[in-house]
């Protein structure tokens, strides 16, 4: 009986050992750079002005801090390897859009009609022109993408026809 009520006392501190475990890591970084109250028209404004000036393309991250993808991504952008290439190519806008309903507009400026998920990736030349308007939906799954696909695809980047 005295091995049973043991037995029973280390089963009930089981759950809340397994509480206290550190948390499995992420298998990708994230960030939460998405905010509410940011004027977005005036961010993105002021990125295509200064990618006029330094002779560089325009990528509008249109996502939100609730989104798994819109964090992963902005994760991945912040690491090392491609936040320096980043730098060098592109000046990025990070534009809350809520739950799919908040600074639209952006979208709309630049032919996208709706958020159909996020994140939504623009990639626009210094004069505002669309580049990438087949892939620009299709980054809902960035958390899961591996870094070197991120990278190619930004570092390599052509405009699509």
Same mark, same amino acid.
């Given at each position: 009986?005295?091995?049973?009520?043991?037995?029973?006392?280390?089963?009930?501190?089981?759950?809340?050992?397994?509480?206290?475990? =550190?948390?499995?890591?992420?298998?990708?970084?994230?960030?939460?750079?998405?905010?509410?109250?940011?004027?977005?028209?005036?961010?993105?404004?002021?990125?295509?002005?200064?990618?006029?000036?330094?002779?560089?393309?325009?990528?509008?991250?249109?996502?939100?801090?609730?989104?798994?993808?819109?964090?992963?991504?902005?994760?991945?952008?912040?690491?090392?390897?491609?936040?320096?290439?980043?730098?060098?190519?592109?000046?990025?806008?990070?534009?809350?859009?809520?739950?799919?309903?908040?600074?639209?507009?952006?979208?709309?400026?630049?032919?996208?009609?709706?958020?159909?998920?996020?994140?939504?990736?623009?990639?626009?030349?210094?004069?505002?022109?669309?580049?990438?308007?087949?892939?620009?939906?299709?980054?809902?799954?960035?958390?899961?993408? =591996? =870094?070197?696909?991120?990278?190619?695809?930004?570092?390599?980047?052509?405009?699509?026809?």
């Amino acid at each position: 009986m005295r091995l049973l009520l043991i037995a029973l006392a280390l089963l009930a501190f089981t759950p809340l050992s397994a509480a206290l475990a =550190e948390p499995a890591e992420a298998s990708h970084p994230e960030a939460r750079p998405f905010e509410k109250s940011a004027n977005a028209t005036e961010q993105v404004d002021a990125a295509l002005a200064r990618a006029e000036i330094v002779g560089k393309k325009v990528i509008v991250v249109m996502g939100a801090n609730w989104c798994h993808d819109s964090r992963g991504l902005a994760g991945w952008f912040a690491e090392p390897r491609l936040a320096a290439m980043l730098a060098a190519k592109y000046e990025i806008v990070y534009v809350d859009v809520g739950q799919k309903d908040r600074n639209v507009d952006i979208a709309q400026r630049f032919g996208i009609k709706s958020i159909k998920g996020t994140p939504t990736v623009l990639v626009l030349s210094s004069d505002g022109a669309l580049l990438n308007r087949k892939s620009a939906p299709k980054w809902r799954d960035a958390a899961s993408r =591996e =870094e070197d696909d991120i990278f190619a695809y930004f570092d390599q980047f052509t405009p699509e026809l």
